[in-house]
């Protein structure tokens, strides 16, 4: 799965480890299918990651009645990382590595 087939999903989850190692979000999509992404550099250097108007509700839910902390409209990818933007704001990480999962 690419990170870009993950628009218009909505984030169940944000783990964003406390010396900046790694970032770890839990999606979910219209198919009701988890997916886990993961970023981190090779080297274990902290990772860049930047909160711009965060916006986490814990009331919101999806189409199938979900609680999550709200929808992802729109993924940019580039060589260094990426950016989230939706209702939850944006986010936008750089990191030398990415690992998308099933959950």
């Known amino acids: 799965m690419r990170l870009k087939e993950l628009e218009e999903s909505y984030l ?3 783990r964003h480890d406390d010396a900046s190692k790694f970032v770890e979000f839990t999606f979910i999509t219209s ?3 988890k997916v886990n992404v993961s970023a981190w550099n090779d080297n274990l250097t902290p990772i860049v990651v930047e ?3 965060l916006n986490l ?3 919101f839910t999806n189409h199938e009645n979900i609680h999550c902390l709200g929808e992802i409209e729109s993924i940019n990818t580039s060589n260094s ?3 989230l933007e ?3 704001g944006c986010i936008k990480v750089t990191a030398s590595n990415l ?3 099933p959950n």
């Open 31 to 33: 198919k009701n299918l």
């Open 81 to 83: 990382g990426f950016t």
């Open 99 to 101: 690992s998308i999962e």
């Open 12 to 14: 169940l989850s944000l």
């Open 57 to 59: 509700v814990s009331n």
């Open 51 to 53: 909160y711009i108007g």
């Open 86 to 88: 939706g209702n939850i």
